[in-house]
C-alpha cells in the first residue's frame, strides 16, 4: 500500500498553523464538531487563504485532497 503524500501535520504547516500533534488535536477539539451540511473550506473558523487552498485541493482532488478529508472527518466526529 502506497505511503500518503502528506501528514496531517504537513497540512497543518501549510494551512500556517501550529504542526505538533497536540496542537492538532487541540485545534480539533476546539472546532469540533463541524454540522454535516457545513463543506470542511467554508467553515468559519479558516481565514480565506486558508478557505480558498482547502476549497482548491478537494476540487482538483489534488496531492492534499486525502488528508484534507481526513482532517473534515475528525472535525466531523
Not at 477539539?29 to 478557505?51: I, N, R, T, Y
Request: hydrophobic share 45%; aromatic share 8%; charged share 20%.
Amino acid at each position: 500500500m502506497e505511503q500518503p503524500l502528506h501528514t496531517m501535520s504537513n497540512l497543518f504547516a501549510q494551512l500556517g498553523l501550529p504542526s505538533e500533534e497536540s496542537a492538532i488535536e487541540r485545534f480539533i477539539a476546539a472546532h469540533a464538531p463541524l454540522p454535516c451540511g457545513v463543506e470542511l473550506a467554508k467553515a468559519p473558523f479558516w481565514s480565506p487563504q486558508q478557505a480558498a487552498f482547502l476549497s482548491e485541493e478537494l476540487t482538483e482532488d489534488a496531492d492534499w485532497a486525502e488528508i484534507v478529508d481526513q482532517l473534515s472527518a475528525r472535525l466531523r466526529s
